[in-house]
């Protein structure tokens, strides 16, 4: 009597990885970051129904909405392309008609175009743990020399701003310039100093003004 095998089967789409990545240097040293970016495309690759490897566009919105921090993205992307998981073009930033976003291509993954393209594999290279956390360290540190070359360009721009405005600075929503030795001090209008009234007659035994007149007649009498 024969016993019909039985095939496993997966109902929906799948990313395959072989147990010989699983246990390689590179993908055990792989932060969090690293292991989501690489999901993330993985499930681009699937959006495209396993074709376009090296050019399914994820942008850095897409990574975010994934779950990644933002602030994770780019050093998460540098440490998976250092640890030889895939290869990307990079996009361009800019204006909403001049944007373009970064584009990748999993260097292990089988897809429809396997037999012409076959995984490159390059996560091979990495023999010891010892050098794939070399490598994923200086990955994630090393910075973006373009962009911190327009950080700077940004900050010049606006001390240049800052010192063409006079030295007017805001305070409580209200301009002032800074004071200094040269600065003039704000004084009141000198008082309007009014006649100085003369007594009364009657009052304090003086003579009013206009009866010195009247008086004079009243002795001559």
């Known amino acids: 009597m024969s016993i019909a095998k039985r095939r496993n089967s997966i109902s929906g789409q799948f990313a395959a990885r072989t147990i010989e990545m699983l246990e390689s240097p590179a993908y055990r040293v792989m932060s969090r970051s690293a292991h989501m970016v690489i999901s993330r495309v993985e499930i681009e690759l699937g959006h495209h129904g396993g074709n376009d490897n090296d050019n399914l566009p994820v942008t850095k919105g897409d990574f975010i909405q994934y779950g990644i921090y933002m602030h994770s993205v780019t050093p998460a992307i540098r440490e998976a392309e250092a640890l030889g998981f895939w290869r990307v073009k990079r996009g361009r930033g800019g204006n909403a008609e001049h944007r373009t976003p970064s584009k990748f291509g999993l260097t292990y993954a089988y897809h429809r175009n396997s037999k012409r393209s076959p995984a490159t594999d390059e996560w091979r ?57 040269n600065s003039r001090v704000w004084k009141p209008p000198p008082q309007v100093r009014g006649r100085k009234p003369h007594p009364l007659s009657i009052s304090r035994g003086g003579i009013a003004p206009g009866d010195e007149s009247s008086e004079q007649g009243a002795s001559d009498q």
């Open 125 to 181: 290279r990495i023999k010891t743990g010892e050098e794939a956390q070399a490598i994923a360290e200086a990955a994630r540190k090393v910075r973006d020399r373009r962009a911190v070359s327009i950080g700077k360009l940004a900050t010049k721009k606006r001390k240049r701003k800052i010192k063409a405005g006079c030295g007017l600075q805001t305070q409580s929503g209200v301009e002032t310039r800074p004071e200094n030795e």
